[in-house]
Structures are given as structure tokens and as C-alpha cells.
């Protein structure tokens, strides 16, 4: 056997053969690996010694083993072992064994190749494939995925706490599920599926313990080979305090502080639109203008903060005699604008008299317990089919609540004939 040393010396795997542990042969490579200047410093020392402590009772039971009959001659499966070098490096060698015959003797042939840089490789694969997971596990976001029909095919662990669930009870069920609103979701599949992808959609979603939460979702559609629609993948977040946030502020931006109703521009935005119903459905609107009567002489007379508090009492009371589909707004300062919609001039008249009633009836006192009361003037005006916009019906109110004020407050007046006279005041 190996008559052409020659040949295991050009083979680029270290191979060293041992008797009784002991390195009788040892080929270019072998030398190579473990860094000896030449053959003699290998020849005659224990194989074992360049082993790893922590690998030499492994290393020597395989070796054992080989010799035994049951192996059959055959090399015994390659393991890796940590190798020190003549110059004390360590390496990580994957080594393979088997039974032979040196010299008429039994033998042991070792073959092995350095792994040291694809260790290497490993630890880095391993270290990056952790730092992934520990970025995938602490993720904020939710990541998923699910097939054509819906299925949540994959769900990241996020889904704990945006959803209080594991990801193995939302695996495998649709996702339509938690979504409170059919609708949502129904918007959320034609966006993918006209855009191929969509960018912070918004949503809304259950949790388990049944609370509603915002969440916005950012997600691609997914295509087989054959470019068919294979389902759809990305992430979705919990927005709610963000939403919540865009809601008070949408709140501040459109309600008044003192009375809680809608301000100026929010009662306008809102009366366009119930204008625009209204026109287009042919049903009957009408618009009150209020304006309290001499406030001024009772921030004078009380003081700004009872001026503030009469307000607030003011808008109350127009407020008890309203429905729910009523728009009522401050416009500033001390006037105010109802839109009565689905509602006639005599309904609207009948609505501004209880206003008008109310408001005298309330009996107001200051801290020092002065009592006082207020007075409104009430401008009316009914949608005509001749009007361009709002603006005509709102400038119709606003001359009708002038008039109301020269005529001498605490009534309603309109431009519209009330009643059998023609701008007749009605002050009941
Ligand atoms: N306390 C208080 N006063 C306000 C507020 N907004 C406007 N005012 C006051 O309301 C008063 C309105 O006065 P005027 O426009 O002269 O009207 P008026 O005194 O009600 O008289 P007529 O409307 O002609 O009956 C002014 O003195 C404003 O300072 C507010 O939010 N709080």
C-alpha cells in the first residue's frame, strides 16, 4: 500500500498516518496545517497532542473505532475538531479516518480538511442570522404574510403585542378575521390589487381582548412563476395613539373651546356639504343666524368670565331645542348658525321661536348672585331654488338678523314672507 508516497504528498487534503497514535507520515499539506517547518517535526509525536483538550477523548474513540471489525476497513464519518499548531494557532480541521496497513503493521490514516474559514463563515452566518432574529422579535411592526385566499401563511412575533395573540393561533386562519369593518379590508384588497402595493393604508383591527386599534399597512402583492396572484406580504403597525393624536388635534382644529360646538370652519365645511344634499335631493333647508342681544353691557356689567358663562348657557339652550341631524357652530363672538336640514320655513320658524323662548327663559346670576337674564336675535332664511350657493342663504340670514336687531331684538325675522307679512318680525 501507497507505493507512490508522491501522490498523497500532491493532494491538497492533509493526510497523516499514525501507529499507536504516533505520526509516521505526514504529507505537504498536513505540514501545512499545522505549520511545522519540515517532516521531522511531526514524525514520531502523538497525533493527539495537536487535538483540542476539550476534543481529545472524541478524537480518540473514533479513531478506536475505526480499527474495530464491524467498521470493515470503512473511513469513519468526517466531524470537525479544534487542532492547535506547531505555532500554537488554533484551527478547526474536518477530519475523516481510516483503517490501514504502514509497513505490515495496522495503521490509521487521518485526512483533513482546514474548516478554519468556514467556521468563520458560520459564526458570522449565525451571529448575523441572530442579529436578524433579535431585530425581527423586538420589531415594532408586524410582519406577515398570506396566500391568494386570505390565509396568514406567516406572521411575525410583533403580532403578540399589537394583537395579544401567538403567531401560531393567527397562522393558518384569513385574515379578514380581525378586521372589524368589511369594508377596510374590502379597500385595502382593491388598493393591492389595482396598485400591486400600498404605503401606510389605513385600517382598523381587533385585538384579542376586543379593543379596536388603528394600524397602517404597508404591503406588495405576491405573484407565482406563471405571474398568477399568489397572496400578499408586508407589515402593518399600531397608529392608534398617532391617530389619536390626529384626532384631538382635528377636534381643537374644529370646535370652539368655550361652548364644545363646531367653530366657524367646521360649521361651514359641514353646512356646505349638508347644502349640497339638500339641493341635490330637492329637500326643503333652512338656516337660523342667532345673535345675543346687548352682551356687550354684560361683560360690562359682570365681567368677561359671566359674559363667558352666559355663553355657554346661551349655546346650550339653542342646543336643547335641536336634533341630532341639526349642524349648529359658533361663527364668532357672540353669534351662531343652525342648519335645520329636512326642514320647512314654518318648521324652522316653529325651531327658532323655542330657541327664542329658551333663552329668555333662562335665569342667569352672577358669583355675587345678581340675577340677569338674555335675549336673542334670530335671522331666518329657507333654501330657494333660485340661490347659487350657501353663501346666499347665509347672507340672507345675516340680513334677516340685522333686521331682527333694528326692528329691536329678541325676535326672528327673514327675508322670506313670515307668517302673512312680508318680513314681518314675530317676537313671541
Ligand atoms: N365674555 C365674552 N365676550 C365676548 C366673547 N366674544 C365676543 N365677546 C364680546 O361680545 C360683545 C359683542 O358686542 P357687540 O357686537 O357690540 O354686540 P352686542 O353688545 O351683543 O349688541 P347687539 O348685538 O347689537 O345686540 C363684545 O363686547 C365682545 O367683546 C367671548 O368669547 N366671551
Known amino acids: 500500500m501507497f507505493h507512490d508516497l508522491s501522490l498523497l504528498h500532491t493532494l491538497p487534503a492533509a493526510v497523516l498516518v499514525t501507529q499507536e497514535g504516533a505520526i509516521r507520515f505526514a504529507n505537504a499539506a498536513s505540514m501545512a496545517l499545522l505549520e511545522a517547518p519540515s517532516t521531522d517535526s511531526l514524525i514520531g509525536r502523538l497525533s493527539g497532542d495537536f487535538v483540542h483538550p476539550m476534543d481529545r477523548v472524541r478524537s480518540t474513540n473514533r479513531i478506536q473505532q475505526v480499527a474495530v471489525p464491524e467498521q470493515g476497513g470503512r473511513p469513519n464519518k468526517s466531524s470537525e475538531f479544534r487542532i492547535r499548531t506547531l505555532q500554537g494557532n488554533l484551527r478547526m480541521v474536518l477530519i475523516s479516518s481510516v483503517a490501514v496497513e504502514w509497513n505490515g503493521a495496522p495503521a490509521v490514516l487521518m485526512c483533513g480538511l482546514d474548516m478554519t474559514h468556514q467556521s468563520e463563515i458560520e459564526a458570522q452566518l449565525r451571529e448575523s442570522e441572530q442579529n436578524f432574529r433579535r431585530l425581527f422579535e423586538n420589531m415594532q411592526d408586524v410582519y406577515y404574510r398570506t396566500d391568494a385566499q386570505g390565509i396568514v401563511q406567516h406572521v411575525g412575533p410583533g403580532v403578540r403585542r399589537v394583537l395579544g395573540y401567538e403567531p401560531h393561533e393567527i397562522e393558518g386562519r384569513t385574515a379578514e378575521s380581525y378586521y372589524p369593518q368589511s369594508t377596510d379590508r374590502d379597500a385595502f384588497k382593491a388598493a393591492i390589487m389595482e396598485h400591486g402595493e400600498v404605503s401606510d393604508f389605513p385600517g382598523q383591527m381587533v385585538r384579542r381582548d376586543g379593543t379596536v386599534i388603528d394600524i397602517s399597512i404597508s404591503s406588495h402583492a405576491l405573484y407565482d412563476h406563471a405571474g398568477n396572484f399568489a397572496g400578499v406580504e408586508g407589515i402593518y403597525r399600531d397608529v392608534t395613539q398617532r391617530k389619536n393624536l390626529e384626532r384631538e388635534l382635528q377636534r381643537l382644529a374644529t370646535t370652539d373651546m368655550l361652548t364644545g360646538m363646531a367653530n366657524r370652519r367646521a360649521f361651514l365645511e359641514c353646512a356646505e356639504s349638508v347644502y349640497a344634499h339638500s339641493r341635490s335631493n330637492g329637500e326643503p333647508l333652512t338656516l337660523l343666524m342667532l345673535d345675543l342681544d346687548h352682551?356687550?353691557?354684560?361683560?360690562?356689567?359682570?365681567?368677561?368670565?359671566?359674559?363667558?358663562?352666559?355663553?355657554?348657557?346661551?349655546?346650550?339652550?339653542?342646543?336643547?331645542?335641536?336634533?341630532?341631524?341639526?349642524?349648529?357652530?359658533?361663527?364668532?363672538?357672540?353669534?351662531?348658525?343652525?342648519?335645520?336640514?329636512?326642514?320647512?320655513?314654518?318648521?324652522?320658524l316653529e325651531v327658532a321661536k323655542r330657541i327664542l323662548h329658551g333663552v329668555r327663559a333662562l335665569q342667569l346670576s352672577d358669583e355675587a348672585g345678581h340675577a340677569y337674564g338674555i335675549t336673542a336675535s334670530l335671522g331666518l332664511s329657507t333654501f330657494r331654488q333660485a340661490d347659487r350657493s350657501l353663501r346666499d342663504m347665509l347672507d340672507r340670514a345675516d340680513q334677516a338678523l340685522y333686521l331682527a336687531k333694528n326692528q329691536g331684538r329678541d325676535q326672528i325675522a327673514s327675508l322670506e314672507p313670515l307668517g302673512e307679512q312680508p318680513n314681518r318680525q314675530v317676537a313671541e
Do not use: W
Request: glycine share 12%.
Open 295 to 348: 352682551f356687550k353691557s354684560i361683560n360690562d356689567r359682570f365681567g368677561h368670565l359671566e359674559g363667558d358663562r352666559a355663553l355657554v348657557a346661551f349655546a346650550q339652550a339653542v342646543k336643547n331645542q335641536l336634533r341630532a341631524s341639526d349642524t349648529v357652530g359658533r361663527l364668532g363672538g357672540e353669534e351662531f348658525g343652525v342648519l335645520l336640514p329636512l326642514t320647512s320655513m314654518d318648521e324652522g
